[in-house]
T-cell receptor, first 117, second 113 residues
């Protein structure tokens, strides 16, 4: 099946700094990528949807100036957490979708654990 | 946004036995997709099974099967012959044809040896 990678898998940063998380579709072209946030033992919360070459669409309540999303190519999307604070510590998951038949399959990356100290 | 409800926070099953996870959803659409995802301790989301709403036949993938009741908006997952590797958090999810996934709160499955 299609593979989605994320880098880094775990990052620790100091409060006030910015951190970038990369999401790559390794063997397919992802027209749409999604970014989720997940707290321990909770469900996935969609943060934003990004389409290649256009601005991301953020879910209600998600600060677009804090969580910058760029989808510059069909295989790469990045999430930058700007001026990170301890409350931004979470598990971030990306997923990618490509056109396959009519099912629009969506594949998930392994996630990135962000710890802000 | 569509609502997906998983009413069982935790389920426990004896190895080799069967467990059923419940899921209900709310939608006004007639065509959509339903999914069950597994999230083991590694936290990698794994697709377990998918059901297209226009198909009346229940989907089956090896030991995993669903009971799709469209009128009742119910989509339960049955895990047969449970194995230790089935221990994970299971999420029910809804997606309209071109839309976004809406996840339930999840059910943690524990398998007893």
């Amino acid at each position: 099946g299609a593979v989605v990678s994320q880098h880094p898998s775990w990052v620790i940063c100091k409060s006030g700094t910015s951190v970038k998380i990369e999401c790559r579709s390794l063997d397919f072209q992802a027209t749409t990528m999604f970014w989720y946030r997940q707290f321990p033992k909770q469900s996935l919360m969609l943060m934003a949807t990004s389409n290649e070459g256009s601005k991301a669409t953020y879910e209600q309540g998600v600060e677009k100036d804090k969580f910058l999303i760029n989808h510059a190519s069909l295989t790469l999307s990045t999430l930058t957490v700007t001026s990170a604070h301890p409350e931004d510590s979470s598990f971030y998951i990306c997923s990618a979708r490509y056109l396959a038949e009519s099912s629009y399959e969506q594949y998930f990356g392994p996630g990135t654990r962000l710890t802000v100290t | 946004a569509q609502t997906v409800t998983q009413s069982q926070p935790e389920m426990s099953v004896q190895e080799a036995e069967t467990v059923t996870l419940s899921c209900t959803y709310d939608t006004s659409e007639s065509d959509y997709y339903l999914f069950w995802y597994k999230q083991p301790p590694s936290r990698q989301m794994i697709l377990v099974i998918r059901q297209e709403a226009y198909k009346q036949q229940n989907a089956t993938e090896n030991r995993f099967s669903v009971n799709f009741q469209k009128a009742a908006k119910s989509f339960s997952l049955k895990i047969s012959d449970s194995q230790l590797g089935d221990a994970a958090m299971y999420f029910c999810a809804y997606r309209s044809l071109l839309g976004k996934l809406s996840f339930g709160a999840g059910t943690t499955v524990t398998v007893r040896a």
